[in-house]
């Protein structure tokens, strides 16, 4: 059974940082690409940053400069450290990887940027 597990949400105030986890189960992250994807309140879920099997990395505009994502494939996660957080980075944060048949997602972490 595949399991992604997010943790490292919390509250924090502007300017602040946080890093976030991804753990897989169930499933080998090395040879796969991952997303990092968040959904504010009323908003529509969308791409943070994701990263290849090969770590290439791709980022929103809205984060970069600010937030890096990075693996470890030696223990199957998937990080996401955002720095510099804004209170429009306020959402749940969710990690996603595919297979030829279906997408997995997490349960989702909260971010809270305010002060």
């Known amino acids: 059974q595949v399991q992604l597990v997010e943790s490292g949400g919390g509250l924090v105030q502007p300017g602040g940082s946080l890093r976030l986890s991804c753990a897989a189960s169930?499933?080998?992250?090395?040879?796969?690409?991952v997303g990092w994807y968040r959904q504010a309140p009323g908003k529509q879920r969308e791409l943070v940053a994701s990263?290849?099997?090969?770590?290439?990395?791709n980022y929103a505009d809205s984060v970069k400069g600010r937030f890096g994502i990075s693996r470890d494939n030696a223990k199957n996660t998937v990080y996401l450290q955002m720095n510099s957080l804004k209170p429009e980075d306020t959402a749940v944060y969710y990690c996603?990887?595919?297979?030829?048949?279906?997408?997995?997602w997490g349960q989702g972490t909260q971010v809270t940027v305010s002060s």
């Open positions: 996603n990887t595919k297979t030829n048949i279906r997408d997995y």
């Open positions: 169930g499933i080998l992250f090395s040879i796969r690409d």
């Open positions: 990263i290849t099997s090969s770590r290439s990395t």
